[in-house]
């Protein structure tokens, strides 16, 4: 290939290049820069385009991101609920747990409570039909136990027994050694009655030393006497209270169904009646029912029914029984002595009525009027002229423990103007043990006023000799049941000599009670006794006899 043919190749723009004269170009700078223009408007747009999907990879990134924050968010929303679910659930489930736990713990406490409630009527059951102290059945028991028996006995035809029994001077180991000793002495009776009973039987306390035993079946009524025989001799055995050895005796009365009473309230009333009876015949035994009693019972509401308006009608009346110095032989006091003037019976003595009115309460205001009569008394002989003397008065229980017993001593010396040391006070044993604090406490207060004191019937109460030593006491009176006997029983002598001789040790006047023999008047001077009292000097005689003798004197022998 010649040289001419590369030539003509490499140069082809010279050959077929078109003819760019003015117009040609201008049309070819036009469409150059048009090309140009697009070529950068391409640009342009590509660098949007970029940037566009920049911002849209931007814009999904956060999308995503905004999703997966929420998804997040919605898991724990979820877990959250998952939670507070469970949470809900398992507190639901203890409460439910709670409230099961106490459910059961109510239906415990509600069975303890019934538990309770059962065993508290029970008890109140029990504390209502049984004596608190001794645990017997009571009266309330008793009367439905009465009824119960009455109505099988008349069904079946057959008898049965009631036993009331009261003990003998229990008041006296009462009020001289206190209530607690006498509570434990009425348990040990109680327990004795036990003891002597059939299974049976109803061994009941009435309340106070009252007792009753219902013998439900008796072919006899020697079954009964049987019974109360047992029961004397199981109670005479000394009771054993601390360091205390007491002997107590029980009076018994016997009603027999359906002889003595065909209801409860007739034969008690038929047994009460022979227990007193029982006592008036002595003590310490038993007495079956007669109709004959129920009269004496009668005069003895009677009496009770005149005593309330006794002292309306001015009915009572004192005698004045002269003290009398056993040296000199003249009279150095009285003691007044209550009499009543009854309308039907006559004069009556005062063992007639005073247990009666100590019963009934009457003592209170009759024991008062009493003291205030003998005090007027008393003035009027010094108004007369006469020598002054004392003037003793008696002294109840239930006097000297009233609230105003000082008081109403110290209104009836300003309102009669007796001098206090004219005024002796006697006090049994029994009254001035009671309550020894109490007791000192008043004692002292009516010395301090003037009054003197005396203790009456020393030797027959329940005390301790180291009372003498604190008690303010001016005077011993030994009992007529010592001096009765002083001249035929040594161990009486015996006594009422030491008696003598003790109360010349502690400096207290001695005065003999019941004097009625001049062997006896000379036995008490011989041993220096102070005084005497009783029938040998003088009866009870009125304040007018009295005031005679206090001017003539005394003679003895005229009297016996």
Same mark, same amino acid.
């Given at each position: 290939?010649?040289?001419?043919?590369?030539?003509?190749?490499?140069?082809?723009?010279?050959?077929?290049?078109?003819?760019?004269?003015?117009?040609?170009?201008?049309?070819?700078?036009?469409?150059?820069?048009?090309?140009?223009?697009?070529?950068?408007?391409?640009?342009?747009?590509?660098?949007?385009?970029?940037?566009?999907?920049?911002?849209?990879?931007?814009?999904?990134?956060?999308?995503?991101?905004?999703?997966?924050?929420?998804?997040?968010?919605?898991?724990?929303?979820?877990?959250?609920?998952?939670?507070?679910?469970?949470?809900?659930?398992?507190?639901?489930?203890?409460?439910?747990?709670?409230?099961?736990?106490?459910?059961?713990?109510?239906?415990?406490?509600?069975?303890?409570?019934?538990?309770?409630?059962?065993?508290?009527?029970?008890?109140?059951?029990?504390?209502?039909?049984?004596?608190?102290?001794?645990?017997?059945?009571?009266?309330?028991?008793?009367?439905?136990?009465?009824?119960?028996?009455?109505?099988?006995?008349?069904?079946?035809?057959?008898?049965?027994?009631m036993l009331f029994m009261d003990l003998d001077r229990f008041k006296h180991i009462n009020d001289s050694l206190g209530h607690a000793v006498g509570d434990q002495l009425l348990q040990s009776v109680?327990?004795?009655?036990?003891?002597?009973?059939?299974?049976?039987?109803?061994?009941?306390?009435?309340?106070?030393?009252?007792?009753?035993?219902?013998?439900?079946?008796?072919?006899?009524?020697?079954?009964?006497?049987?019974?109360?025989?047992?029961?004397?001799?199981?109670?005479?055995?000394?009771?054993?209270?601390?360091?205390?050895?007491?002997?107590?005796?029980?009076?018994?009365?016997?009603?027999?169904?359906?002889?003595?009473?065909?209801?409860?309230?007739?034969?008690?009333?038929?047994?009460?009646?022979?227990?007193?009876?029982?006592?008036?015949?002595?003590?310490?035994?038993?007495?079956?029912?007669?109709?004959?009693?129920? *009269? +004496? $019972?009668?005069?003895?509401?009677?009496?009770?029914?005149?005593?309330?308006?006794? #002292? =309306?009608?001015? !009915?009572? %009346? /004192?005698?004045?029984?002269?003290?009398?110095?056993?040296?000199?032989?003249?009279?150095?006091?009285?003691?007044?002595?209550?009499?009543?003037?009854?309308?039907?019976?006559?004069?009556?003595?005062?063992?007639?009525?005073?247990?009666?009115?100590?019963?009934?309460?009457?003592?209170?205001?009759?024991?008062?009027?009493?003291?205030?009569?003998?005090?007027?008394?008393?003035?009027?002989?010094?108004?007369?002229?006469?020598?002054?003397?004392?003037?003793?008065?008696?002294?109840?229980?239930?006097?000297?423990?009233?609230?105003?017993?000082?008081?109403? *001593? +110290? $209104?009836?010396?300003?309102?009669?103007?007796?001098?206090?040391?004219?005024?002796? #006070? =006697?006090?049994? !044993?029994? %009254? /001035?043990?009671?309550?020894?604090?109490?007791?000192?406490?008043?004692?002292?207060?009516?010395?301090?006023?003037?009054?003197?004191?005396?203790?009456?019937?020393?030797?027959?109460?329940?005390?301790?000799?180291?009372?003498?030593?604190?008690?303010?006491?001016?005077?011993?009176?030994?009992?007529?049941?010592?001096?009765?006997?002083?001249?035929?029983?040594?161990?009486?002598?015996?006594?009422?000599?030491?008696?003598?001789?003790?109360?010349?040790?502690?400096?207290?006047?001695?005065?003999?009670?019941?004097?009625?023999?001049?062997?006896?008047?000379?036995?008490?001077?011989?041993?220096?006794?102070?005084?005497?009292?009783?029938?040998?000097?003088?009866?009870?005689?009125?304040?007018?006899? /009295?005031?005679?003798?206090?001017?003539?004197?005394?003679?003895?022998?005229?009297?016996?």
């Amino acid at each position: 290939m010649s040289g001419n043919d590369n030539d003509h190749a490499s140069d082809p723009d010279e050959s077929d290049q078109p003819d760019f004269s003015s117009p040609h170009k201008d049309r070819l700078t036009a469409f150059r820069e048009k090309n140009v223009s697009r070529r950068e408007s391409a640009v342009v747009d590509d660098e949007a385009a970029v940037l566009r999907r920049e911002k849209s990879a931007t814009a999904q990134e956060e999308a995503v991101h905004l999703r997966e924050k929420a998804a997040t968010l919605r898991e724990r929303i979820i877990h959250a609920a998952d939670a507070a679910q469970v949470t809900r659930s398992e507190n639901r489930l203890s409460m439910m747990q709670d409230a099961n736990a106490q459910l059961v713990i109510a239906g415990i406490e509600a069975h303890k409570m019934a538990q309770q409630v059962e065993t508290a009527k029970a008890q109140l059951d029990h504390l209502a039909h049984h004596d608190v102290l001794t645990g017997l059945p009571n009266r309330m028991l008793l009367q439905d136990r009465l009824s119960h028996e009455i109505e099988l006995a008349r069904r079946q035809g057959r008898q049965f027994a009631m036993l009331f029994m009261d003990l003998d001077r229990f008041k006296h180991i009462n009020d001289s050694l206190g209530h607690a000793v006498g509570d434990q002495l009425l348990q040990s009776v109680a327990r004795r009655l036990v003891r002597c009973m059939r299974h049976s039987d109803t061994v009941s306390r009435q309340g106070g030393d009252e007792f009753v035993v219902l013998l439900s079946t008796i072919k006899h009524p020697d079954d009964a006497a049987i019974s109360a025989q047992k029961i004397l001799t199981a109670l005479a055995v000394p009771h054993l209270i601390g360091e205390l050895e007491l002997h107590v005796s029980v009076s018994i009365g016997i009603s027999i169904y359906p002889d003595d009473g065909q209801d409860a309230e007739a034969l008690t009333k038929s047994a009460d009646t022979a227990m007193y009876h029982a006592k008036e015949n002595g003590r310490d035994n038993y007495k079956f029912f007669e109709q004959a009693m129920n *009269i +004496r $019972a009668v005069q003895r509401q009677s009496i009770e029914a005149g005593l309330r308006r006794a #002292l =309306e009608r001015q !009915e009572f %009346v /004192l005698h004045y029984q002269p003290k009398i110095n056993l040296h000199s032989n003249l009279i150095v006091g009285v003691e007044a002595l209550i009499r009543w003037q009854h309308p039907e019976r006559g004069l009556m003595p005062p063992l007639q009525f005073l247990p009666i009115a100590e019963d009934c309460g009457l003592i209170l205001p009759i024991g008062r009027w009493v003291l205030r009569e003998a005090c007027l008394q008393a003035q009027a002989w010094v108004r007369a002229g006469l020598p002054p003397i004392t003037i003793a008065v008696n002294t109840s229980a239930l006097e000297f423990n009233a609230p105003d017993f000082l008081e109403s *001593i +110290r $209104a009836t010396l300003d309102d009669t103007g007796l001098e206090p040391r004219y005024l002796e #006070l =006697e006090l049994t !044993e029994s %009254v /001035l043990m009671r309550d020894a604090e109490f007791t000192d406490s008043v004692l002292h207060r009516l010395a301090n006023l003037g009054i003197k004191l005396a203790i009456d019937d020393f030797g027959t109460g329940y005390s301790s000799l180291s009372y003498l030593r604190q008690f303010p006491i001016d005077t011993l009176k030994i009992d007529q049941s010592f001096v009765s006997r002083i001249t035929n029983s040594p161990d009486d002598a015996t006594i009422v000599s030491a008696v003598i001789n003790m109360s010349k040790s502690l400096k207290l006047r001695v005065i003999a009670e019941g004097v009625e023999t001049p062997e006896q008047r000379t036995f008490l001077l011989a041993q220096h006794c102070d005084e005497g009292q009783g029938y040998y000097f003088s009866h009870p005689i009125t304040a007018e006899a /009295l005031a005679t003798l206090l001017q003539t004197g005394i003679k003895p022998a005229s009297h016996i």
